[in-house]
């Protein structure tokens, strides 16, 4: 296991600090685990899903929510987040219902063309829709 010079002192096997320099040492089967790396994992793991929008939340998240997240990452282009978002809205909708219903029954899919200068923001927003519904 982690136990250094025979003294009975275990250590985290993360990190390296002994049982005494630590407030909990948690055992595994074979390693130990402090507190202070317990923190840091879950803040890493915090950071990592504070992105993926869709995985954190129940049901389908309303445009609101989308152009709201939306908002964080992009300035200005109001009236084609709002497009976005509710495009967003009634495709994971569409995704549940055909998940959740009759295959039988078929519902229409919408397209969106992002058409504009360049620098205007198009590839941004795309970029900044694939990361929070990831």
Same mark, same amino acid.
């Given at each position: 296991?982690?136990?250094?010079?025979?003294?009975?002192?275990?250590?985290?096997?993360?990190?390296?600090?002994?049982?005494?320099?630590?407030?909990?040492?948690?055992?595994?089967?074979?390693?130990?685990?402090?507190?202070?790396?317990?923190?840091?994992?879950?803040?890493?793991?915090?950071?990592?899903?504070?992105?993926?929008?869709?995985?954190?939340?129940?049901?389908?998240?309303?445009?609101? +929510?989308?152009? %709201?997240?939306?908002?964080?990452? /992009?300035?200005?282009?109001?009236?084609? @987040?709002?497009? =976005?978002?509710?495009?967003?809205?009634?495709?994971?909708?569409?995704?549940?219902?055909?998940?959740?219903?009759?295959?039988?029954? +078929?519902?229409? %899919?919408?397209?969106?063309?992002? /058409?504009?200068?360049?620098?205007?923001? @198009?590839?941004? =927003?795309?970029?900044?829709?694939?990361?929070?519904?990831?």
């Amino acid at each position: 296991m982690s136990e250094k010079n025979n003294k009975n002192i275990l250590y985290c096997s993360f990190c390296g600090k002994s049982q005494h320099e630590v407030r909990k040492l948690i055992a595994g089967p074979t390693v130990f685990i402090c507190d202070e790396c317990v923190e840091l994992c879950m803040d890493i793991i915090k950071e990592e899903n504070k992105d993926s929008f869709v995985n954190n939340q129940e049901g389908v998240p309303t445009p609101q +929510e989308i152009c %709201k997240v939306l908002d964080d990452y /992009v300035i200005g282009q109001t009236y084609a @987040k709002e497009v =976005l978002s509710v495009a967003v809205h009634n495709h994971y909708k569409r995704l549940n219902y055909e998940t959740k219903s009759n295959k039988d029954v +078929e519902l229409s %899919k919408s397209n969106i063309l992002l /058409v504009g200068p360049t620098g205007c923001g @198009k590839t941004l =927003l795309a970029q900044t829709l694939a990361r929070i519904i990831d």
